[in-house]
């Protein structure tokens, strides 16, 4: 990030605030179509006069409060979300500060609309709803020129990318180049939530066609209308593309890989992972956040993480990084070896429980957790037999977690932690009214999306939301402000023990988990710190020196999306 690089965009580089005046912006009609630059009617009068605005604004100058009052009141008359969520993007590229202004100040109301599980149907219907491009589309056509490609972004100093294939959107399959809107929202919550500048983000969707064939022979489909690449077609455009990345955009961009298909996943990850600074958040993140979890949770369900035995209904990226990272965990505070660890973990398939004699017809990522077991088809049986006080589910399949598996994992435990992670809503696992009401109230629960507080027995159950973005943004933050070379795994533990610090006693009352994500900028700053005191420690961070405050030094190096005064 260096030591303080004038940002043109009126934020914060190097984390100096930049004054106004040092900024070069564009004047009259064109200003006001610069979503970056944009106020609206927040123009000064000085400001009119010296920008030749006089005459293409109303008389009237309203703050940036007012604003915001304006459009909150607009987005919530929408009573659809996807209406909602159209309303916020149109925001986003009018007026960029205002948007994230809003977000920031509603983030518990405006995250459903521009995270999950809203964005899961903007992305289905992506072509229709096509507005203006944002982002980087990299296609098979561009292959042997994808560095010519990055070079037409109009930004230079990027500091995060977040790719997608769109092979596997959320829950809802193969969505081809209408993935686009995963790395648009998530990249809006690195800069609403982590502070990372907007200029610094680049989301890009790689094409390399869809199996959809409902949006192959759909006429308003905006991507390739071929069926997908695989193999060394695929293999090589994408390291034609990490290669022009790290050409373009030097040795600390960080590259976040999103929704990735299982296969490509893992690969990509581990063919990378020494070379370039890459972090996969439906691997690491959701892993990270569930860690997190599970220590806060141990303030109600007592003990340690070696004391309980965790089972797993889905074994993807998602499940066998979530079980990997507490294997980890364990392994480090226990001092025993990470297969010993892993004995504690049961992962149950399509196929039923993962067990030894399946070994020959498992992938890779399953063969750690297959334990001698006798074989177990389904999850119900399973739960009986291994007894877990901890139930996980990143099935990506709704309603898996019946009556008959909730009653017994209460019959089992006296609190039994039920956590329904698959998203949109409508993959979850079970509803926080189902987990409380079967469990008899004795449930802690915690899901991927969104669930109201739920009353049961004159009882009011807030439920926890196991939210990849309480984790990335401030992990992102973390490695940009020290200026980290890799990831390492020890960071994932940093930024868990970092989450879990931020839960209070008054959470715990309630059987929340998670902080409210009100906090939310705060909670990244806290998370930042910790995972850039870890990579100083592993020798991982570049930026000298070490700052001596690094919760400060995070703070100081967000984005503010407050009006800037131009001369």
Not at 366 to 380: F, M, Q, S, T, V
Request: glycine share 8%; hydrophobic share 40%; net charge negative.
């Amino acid at each position: 990030m260096g030591d303080g690089v004038v940002d043109n965009n009126g934020g914060v580089q190097g984390c100096q605030l930049v004054t106004p005046w040092n900024m070069s912006i564009s004047s009259g009609h064109t200003l006001l179509r610069d979503p970056r630059h944009n106020k609206g009617l927040a123009f000064t009068e000085r400001e009119r006069h010296a920008h030749y605005l006089t005459g293409l604004l109303p008389p009237i100058i309203s703050t940036q409060e007012l604003q915001e009052k304006k459009v909150m009141q607009m987005i919530r008359q929408y009573e659809v979300p996807l209406q909602r969520y159209i309303a916020m993007i149109d925001l986003q590229e009018r007026n960029e500060r205002l948007f994230y202004k809003i977000l920031i100040d509603h983030v518990e109301e405006l995250l459903p609309v521009v995270y999950t599980p809203t964005v899961g149907e903007a992305c289905q219907k992506f072509g229709s709803i096509f507005r203006r491009p944002q982002g980087l589309y990299i296609s098979l056509k561009d292959k042997g020129q994808v560095l010519e490609v990055l070079r037409n972004w109009p930004e230079r100093n990027i500091e995060v990318i977040v790719v997608t294939d769109g092979e596997r959107i959320l829950g809802l399959g193969d969505l081809g180049c209408q993935g686009m809107g995963i790395p648009v929202g998530k990249l809006s919550l690195y800069t609403a939530l982590g502070g990372v500048r907007p200029s610094a983000c680049l989301p890009i969707t790689v094409d390399v066609g869809t199996n959809n064939q409902k949006l192959l022979d759909d006429e308003f489909y905006i991507g390739l209308k071929q069926n997908r690449a695989r193999g060394e077609e695929y293999d090589e455009l994408l390291e034609e593309f990490m290669k022009a990345v790290k050409i373009n955009y030097g040795e600390k961009i960080l590259i976040q890989f999103e929704d990735f298909a299982n296969h490509n996943a893992f690969s990509l990850l581990n063919r990378y992972r020494t070379t370039h600074l890459v972090f996969n958040d439906d691997i690491q993140g959701t892993a990270s956040v569930v860690l997190s979890g599970l220590l806060s949770a141990l303030k109600l369900l007592g003990g340690t993480l070696s004391d309980h035995t965790f089972l797993f209904l889905g074994a993807g990226e998602a499940g066998t990084g979530i079980a990997e990272l507490i294997a980890l965990q364990i392994s480090k505070k226990t001092g025993t070896s990470i297969e010993e660890a892993r004995k504690k973990i049961w992962l149950v398939d399509s196929k039923g429980l993962v067990v030894s004699s399946r070994k020959e017809s498992l992938p890779h990522f399953k063969l750690p957790w297959a334990h001698e077991h006798e074989p177990i088809g389904n999850l119900l049986e399973a739960v009986k037999d291994i007894k877990p006080s901890v139930l996980i589910g990143t099935s990506g399949v709704g309603r898996q977690f019946t009556q008959e598996v909730i009653e017994a994992m209460s019959s089992i435990n006296e609190k039994p932690l039920i956590m329904a992670l698959s998203n949109p809503t409508s993959q979850a696992e079970c509803t926080a009214e189902e987990a409380y009401t079967w469990s008899k109230g004795k449930a802690i629960f915690a899901s991927g999306s969104p669930f109201n507080p739920v009353t049961y027995e004159d009882k009011v159950f807030v439920p926890g939301q196991a939210n990849n973005a309480y984790i990335f943004p401030g992990f992102g933050l973390g490695l940009i402000m020290c200026g980290a070379t890799r990831v390492h795994d020890d960071l994932l533990l940093a930024a868990s023990e970092g989450l879990a610090s931020q839960v209070t006693d008054e959470n715990y009352a309630k059987g929340i988990i998670f902080p409210p994500f009100s906090s939310i900028r705060n909670i990244s700053a806290h998370i930042a710190a910790k995972v850039a005191d870890k990579a100083y420690e592993l020798g991982l961070a570049s930026l000298q020196p070490r700052p001596n405050d690094l919760v400060k030094f995070a703070e100081s190096c967000m984005y503010s999306p407050v009006y800037p005064i131009y001369r």
